[in-house]
């Protein structure tokens, strides 16, 4: 994708911020955001990151954490506090506000979705945004990478759940490292999956 592309909606081309986050359906792990400022030079071949593959994003990852950027994350804590949505929406805000203290506020915030998180930032909700914006899309890079990251230290951490190949989505190894060794406090106790196996234990 070109920036050109941004040009074209009318969305302005200088001091955008674009965000995208990673991790809302999991079982476990945190909700991740990130927040990115692209040159106006900026040339690499950005996509969304699900239609990437996982080496493609490493070497555009490493591109990208050169320009800059912020991370913010909501832990399962907050998830199971807030809800998902407005754990997103932190994850978020944690991510520009980041960003914003290094480099100072954005003209415009391009945030992937169709709502906009509660900040003090003129911005727009794009649907599909991570398809359509460069910005979003590199932003949905720096937090799938970072996230999977995250996931792979924590199935170090708490082998049985199969987390550096699933995520901390429901696949199979998840549910069957669920059934052998339980519920661990990086699960996210507010979603049906993991309160049926606590009620059930409490039963």
């Given at each position: 994708m070109d920036l050109t592309l941004e040009k074209a909606r009318g969305w302005p081309s200088d001091r955008v911020f674009g965000v995208d986050e990673a991790g809302r359906g999991p079982w476990a792990g945190p909700v991740t955001a990130a927040a990115i400022c692209l040159p106006s030079d900026f040339d690499l071949n950005v996509d969304d990151s699900k239609k990437l593959s996982e080496k493609k994003r490493d070497a555009l990852f490493e591109e990208l954490t050169g320009l800059p950027h912020g991370i913010g994350a909501a832990s399962v804590e907050e998830i199971d506090a807030l809800n998902i949505l407005q754990a997103t929406f932190l994850a978020m805000r944690r991510a520009v506000d980041g960003l914003a203290a290094e480099i100072g506020?954005?003209?415009?915030?391009?945030?992937?979705?169709?709502?906009?998180?509660?900040?003090?930032?003129?911005?727009?909700?794009?649907?599909?945004?991570?398809?359509?914006?460069?910005?979003?899309?590199?932003?949905?890079?720096?937090?799938?990478?970072?996230?999977?990251?995250?996931?792979?230290?924590?199935d170090a951490a708490f082998p049985g759940y199969g987390w550096?190949?699933?995520?901390?989505?429901?696949?199979k190894a998840h549910k069957e490292g669920l059934e052998r060794l339980g519920v661990t406090p990086h699960h996210r106790k507010s979603y049906a999956p993991i309160?049926?196996?606590l009620k059930a234990e409490t039963a």
């Amino acid at each position: 994708m070109d920036l050109t592309l941004e040009k074209a909606r009318g969305w302005p081309s200088d001091r955008v911020f674009g965000v995208d986050e990673a991790g809302r359906g999991p079982w476990a792990g945190p909700v991740t955001a990130a927040a990115i400022c692209l040159p106006s030079d900026f040339d690499l071949n950005v996509d969304d990151s699900k239609k990437l593959s996982e080496k493609k994003r490493d070497a555009l990852f490493e591109e990208l954490t050169g320009l800059p950027h912020g991370i913010g994350a909501a832990s399962v804590e907050e998830i199971d506090a807030l809800n998902i949505l407005q754990a997103t929406f932190l994850a978020m805000r944690r991510a520009v506000d980041g960003l914003a203290a290094e480099i100072g506020a954005p003209a415009f915030v391009l945030v992937d979705g169709n709502r906009l998180p509660n900040w003090p930032y003129m911005g727009q909700a794009v649907i599909g945004g991570d398809g359509l914006s460069p910005s979003i899309a590199a932003a949905s890079i720096l937090a799938k990478v970072t996230r999977d990251r995250d996931m792979a230290a924590l199935d170090a951490a708490f082998p049985g759940y199969g987390w550096a190949s699933n995520k901390g989505y429901g696949a199979k190894a998840h549910k069957e490292g669920l059934e052998r060794l339980g519920v661990t406090p990086h699960h996210r106790k507010s979603y049906a999956p993991i309160a049926k196996i606590l009620k059930a234990e409490t039963a």
